[in-house]
């Protein structure tokens, strides 16, 4: 494997990281109040976006990537939006 690729993988590795803090306070804590919907909106708007031109070039890292933190992102999003509909925003 080149040295390029090894480090997209590797960044890969530590990006599917980045989400998982949050996620699990937010379950532990069963609190999101100062979590933004409107940022996380926009963020898997953007990963959708990367994620069809990650396809579209055939880039298997930046495929898998994306699919990964819009999973995970996605699951944090989808918390935000029913707890906001549940309780309002507060």
């Known amino acids: ?3 390029g690729y090894l480090i997209g993988w590797v960044g890969l590795g530590f990006g599917v ?6 996620l699990h ?12 919907l409107l940022t996380y909106s926009f963020l898997c708007l953007a990963m959708v976006g990367y994620l069809a031109h990650a396809i579209y070039i055939s880039a ?10 819009l999973t995970t992102n996605g699951v944090i999003f989808g918390i935000l939006a029913a707890r906001r509909f549940k309780y309002g925003k507060k």
Do not use: G, R, W
């Open 60 to 69: 298997p890292v930046f495929i898998v990537a994306q699919a990964l933190n």
């Open 1 to 3: 494997m080149e040295l």
């Open 25 to 36: 306070k937010m379950i532990k804590t069963k609190k999101s109040n100062d979590v933004s």
């Open 17 to 22: 990281l980045v989400p998982l803090p949050q």
